[in-house]
């Protein structure tokens, strides 16, 4: 009996020993480690279920329809079934991105850049660097990041106020190999104005309302599992 609790006494050692060892290397999550939401997805799966809705009641309405359901979503790989106009000079890009990815959806991709737009705007001119990231392809984030050192080293703080996205225009499409690049018109109206460490503004002035167009392209490899599309280049318009 004593050697049977002596060899218990010791499993149960052995086994506490390997569970510390397991939670100090995998870590603890923590809160503020949370994974930031992905616009892009989000806009899908609204597309996606309001597709669905929209066809149960289309499908309610017609008594007796038998008709089996389409072979999932966006079976025809074409521009014109996306609802991008044939003549755009991006529907060959799309049709391009569709057939490499069926569940490319152009209409739920603008409303995410929308939103991403928005978080992306925001996140710099409070300098969160935690939240502009995720969203930005590694030199993209290295030149936001350094223009927000530089904003720290002079003292300065930039308050920016979106007082209106106007529109946000899919104006190009194209695939690189395996990588889907989506090029995204957005035409705003905001306030800028850079303040000096005792707020007093040093450029621009929060009364004046400037029209800004920005032009900026999202990348996507179609054969990764990461869903997220990425900012990999800006330009003013």
Same mark, same amino acid.
Request: charged share 25%.
């Given at each position: 009996?004593?050697?049977?609790?002596?060899?218990?006494?010791?499993?149960?050692?052995?086994?506490?020993?390997?569970?510390?060892?397991?939670?100090?290397?995998?870590?603890?999550?923590?809160?503020?480690?949370?994974?930031?939401?992905?616009?892009?997805?989000?806009?899908?799966?609204?597309?996606?279920?309001?597709?669905?809705?929209?066809?149960?009641?289309?499908?309610?309405?017609?008594?007796?329809?038998?008709?089996?359901?389409?072979?999932?979503?966006?079976?025809?790989?074409?521009?014109?079934?996306?609802?991008?106009?044939?003549?755009?000079?991006?529907?060959?890009?799309?049709?391009? *991105?569709?057939?490499?990815?069926?569940?490319?959806?152009? #209409?739920?991709?603008?409303?995410?850049?929308?939103?991403?737009?928005?978080? *992306?705007?925001?996140?710099?001119?409070?300098?969160?660097?935690?939240?502009?990231?995720?969203?930005?392809?590694?030199?993209?984030?290295?030149?936001?990041?350094?223009?927000?050192?530089?904003?720290?080293?002079?003292?300065?703080?930039?308050?920016?106020? *979106?007082?209106?996205?106007?529109?946000?225009?899919?104006?190009?499409?194209?695939?690189?190999?395996?990588?889907?690049?989506?090029?995204?018109?957005?035409?705003?109206?905001?306030?800028?104005?850079?303040?000096?460490?005792? #707020?007093?503004?040093?450029?621009?002035?929060?009364?004046?309302?400037?029209?800004?167009?920005?032009?900026?392209?999202?990348?996507?490899?179609?054969?990764?599992?990461?869903?997220?599309?990425?900012?990999?280049?800006?330009?003013?318009?």
């Amino acid at each position: 009996m004593n050697n049977d609790l002596i060899l218990t006494l010791i499993f149960a050692a052995v086994a506490a020993f390997v569970l510390y060892k397991l939670r100090s290397v995998l870590g603890r999550r923590e809160g503020h480690e949370q994974r930031p939401p992905d616009v892009f997805a989000e806009a899908e799966r609204k597309a996606a279920n309001d597709g669905v809705a929209k066809d149960g009641a289309a499908k309610d309405s017609v008594a007796g329809d038998t008709a089996l359901p389409a072979p999932g979503p966006h079976a025809d790989a074409g521009a014109e079934a996306a609802g991008v106009d044939p003549d755009s000079p991006a529907a060959e890009g799309v049709a391009a *991105i569709r057939a490499a990815d069926r569940y490319f959806d152009p #209409g739920a991709f603008v409303d995410g850049a929308r939103a991403a737009f928005d978080m *992306i705007v925001e996140a710099f001119a409070k300098g969160d660097r935690d939240a502009l990231e995720p969203l930005l392809a590694p030199d993209v984030f290295a030149s936001f990041d350094a223009a927000i050192a530089e904003r720290e080293r002079a003292g300065e703080t930039l308050e920016t106020t *979106i007082v209106a996205l106007n529109s946000a225009e899919l104006t190009g499409a194209e695939m690189q190999g395996r990588t889907a690049r989506v090029t995204v018109t957005f035409v705003s109206e905001q306030s800028n104005v850079v303040k000096d460490a005792d #707020g007093n503004p040093v450029d621009g002035d929060p009364a004046t309302i400037e029209k800004i167009t920005d032009i900026w392209t999202f990348a996507r490899d179609t054969r990764s599992r990461d869903p997220n599309w990425h900012l990999v280049e800006t330009d003013g318009g």
